[in-house]
């Protein structure tokens, strides 16, 4: 029997970040592709081949959660994991709405933003 291996998107304002965590995404063996803003996909309709949205809230145009906010009104079935570097949100400082399915710091490491990622998916 052969396992979905789910697709993954992350949009980040930070190419660095978005290259290591491509690095790290490739070493797991993920498909995970990398966007700096949602008008390189084409908003919402460009997320319709991913599994998983991993979403940075602090970005130039939009915060995560304006991206994820869209997310559950076209995609019922979407996981939608928020990172940030912010310690506010690590600290409570966010309530984080029920259509967020994981929140990560980015202090945590790309590992675990995936490992959160898939454990997110998979329940």
């Not at 602090?58 to 939608?80: Q, W």
């Amino acid at each position: 029997m052969q396992h979905h291996r789910p697709s993954l998107l992350l949009i980040d304002d930070d190419p660095v970040f978005g290259r290591i965590m491509g690095q790290t995404a490739d070493n797991l063996n993920l498909n995970l592709d990398f966007v700096e803003s949602v008008d390189r996909i084409g908003f919402i309709s460009g997320m319709a081949d991913y599994d998983i949205i991993i979403v940075d809230q602090h970005m130039n145009h939009m915060s995560g959660l304006e991206v994820a906010a869209y997310v559950p009104a076209f995609y019922a079935e979407k996981t939608v994991v928020l990172i940030s570097s912010s310690h506010l949100i690590r600290e409570g400082g966010l309530e984080l709405p029920t259509y967020i399915s994981a929140f990560v710091h980015k202090d945590e490491g790309c590992y675990r933003v995936l490992k959160q990622a898939l454990a997110s998916y998979s329940s």
